[in-house]
């Protein structure tokens, strides 16, 4: 080894025990709080403070000069991070022919088995054809039909996720029930973790349109029909294609209705119509239309009998009923770039035929004192924008910057996402509370949405018991800019309490984050968490297009490999789900023997045998 080699070496080693000193001293500056946590936490409250502190350091020319000599660059120290760093110096040291540090080497944590077995403990087992859990959205169906549920478990769902934001307490206990009997048929355990809703930010209600039912064929470029239209007349039957429903006043008249018939009518725009009956069943009948018709309450259904072959039907004098009520059609804001938006504490609702400046509810009246000019605020996940132009009494203006380009409807119940603001608004409601009493008995994990802050941790756990809630696991969802800001701090609350999870909320945190930095967020809360031994489920459309379609798009494939990383993935509901389910279990299968966390495992490959 030449001269300016070791010299070289010499400097790298300094380099080295100034970054140790760093993280021996952050170490003792947060004492106290490593204290604070659960015992079985402080080996991980210990390496989460080490990690926060390296990463306040930029060593990226201290890893280029350690990856020339051959030595760890530090680029995998996650789950270890003071080990690792006395690794290297030692290593250094050796190679110098110097002293070695004088105070000793911190006492070697595996990490790796830490997250492990926090990650059983939370999640439950590792699946046998995969290390990754993979967790379901149930639907409300899933209460009335145990075939649904035992159908994703049978695919491989290992945790299914009930939203306490829908549904009742009745129909969690029906899913639920549905959930243990499926377990029993298929042999397979499915943890429960359920949804606390937090406080809801979304648009008020806008002015329903009438109560009218449109049907009309699939007609081709020439406007030739090419498939008529189907509907249902009567009650819908319980399983089936979803068709439009016409009720009907007179049920009896309905279910004598026999293959073959035809029903006349007139819609409301004085049309005559026909409609002809395919199949006949005991609530209603399935009948087919070749022209679009409008369909209002009140309407007059005349039913007629068949028509002898080759003849035109009679013209319909026979028994008759009237259409029953149908629901009103929903309705909607036109938002265009350069519109004004004026939220509203008041939930009357709102015109939806304004152009240029529009006036909608706002169902969380606590921000109103919170946020001012100057800020963000973004509607439906991110598909309108603007800026805060103005705020006054229970009211506040925006100006839209961002809108498709011919307009964006912006619809009543969608989600407002305020970035720049702090609100000061409890993450755990009224309803919050109420539900988490039903939480506790019902289910194997809590997972608290709208965190922001260490307090809204510390919150929670004084309402869950040490001793009698110790079987209820808490999972936190970071969906806003403030948790992501907070998540050491988070981190270090969460640990007070046995098994916990993150969840990373990639929905609400692209929109508050921005899309561009949705990715590099998305890997520094998995470092984090990583740090700190806490296991992460990766949520928010993974696979959707899939559970929506019935055919994934590319990129969200190669999400799904990446999704990997993390100790769970989530997939939403959808009509596809049991394919989704298939299709991520066979990927998360593939790719365990090709990664672990950031590490790439090289397996042998066959692909280029010759």
Known sequence: MTEAEIQELRA???????LRRALRYAETRHGARIEAVLPRHRDSARNLIHYTE????????????????????????????????DTVARTLARLVSADGPQDPAADPVDGEELLARNAVNLLGPEPEERSTRIMVTLPGEAATDPGIVRGMIEKGMDLARINCAHD?????????????????????????????????????????????????????????????????????????????????????WAAALREGQSVSFEDARGARRTLAVEHAGPDGCLAVLHDTSYVIPGTRLTAAPAAPPGKKPHRHTGPFTLV?????????????????????????????HTVGTHRIGCTLPGVFTDVKPGERIWF?????????????????????????????RLRSEKGINL?????????????????????KVLADIVSMSFVRSESDVR??????????????????????????????????????????????????????AGFERLAEVQE?????????????????????????????????VTDAAMAQRAECVMLNKGPFINEAISMLADILGRMKDHTQKKRSLLRRLRAWDR
Request: charge should be negative.
């Open 54 to 85: 390296l990463r306040r350091h930029d060593i990226r020319e201290l890893q280029s000069g350690l990856a020339k000599h051959g030595l760890s660059s530090l680029g995998r120290t996650e789950s270890r991070v003071l080990p690792s760093v």
């Open 459 to 512: 919150d929670l756990l004084a309402h869950l018991d040490a001793e009698q809630d110790r079987n209820l696991d808490i999972m936190l969802k970071i969906e806003t800019v403030a948790a992501f800001e907070a998540l050491p701090e988070i981190l270090l609350e969460l640990m007070k309490w046995a098994d916990v999870g993150v969840m990373i909320a990639r929905g609400d945190l692209a929109v508050e």
């Open 324 to 352: 029953g009520e149908l629901p009103a059609l929903e309705q909607s804001l036109m938002i265009r770039r350069g519109d004004t938006i004026i939220l509203s504490s008041d939930l009357a609702p709102a015109d939806s």
């Open 380 to 408: 439906d996940d991110g598909k309108i924008g603007g800026v805060i132009t103005g705020v006054g009494a229970g009211e506040l203006s925006a100006e839209i910057v961002s809108a498709a380009p011919n307009g964006s």
């Open 524 to 556: 520094e809360i998995l470092w984090l968490c990583e740090a700190a031994h806490v296991p992460v489920i990766w949520a928010t459309q993974v696979l959707d297009t899939l559970a929506r379609t019935g055919f994934p798009s590319r990129a969200e």
């Open 168 to 252: 009742t307490p009745g129909t969690w206990r029906q899913m639920i029930g549905n959930i243990r009997a499926a377990e029993d048929s298929t042999g397979r355990r499915c943890l429960v973790s359920m949804d606390l809703g937090g406080p809801k930010l979304r648009t008020g209600p806008i002015r329903p349109g009438p109560r009218v039912l449109k049907v009309r064929p699939v007609r081709n470029e020439t406007g030739t029909v090419t498939a008529p239209a189907r509907v249902w007349l009567g009650n819908p039957p319980e399983t089936g294609p979803a068709l439009p429903v016409i009720p009907v006043q007179d049920e009896n």
């Open 419 to 439: 970035p720049d603001t702090r609100l000061r608004v409890p993450a755990l409601t009224d309803q919050d509370l109420a539900d988490l009493e039903h939480v």
């Open 12 to 18: 790298l080693l300094e380099d080295v025990n100034r």
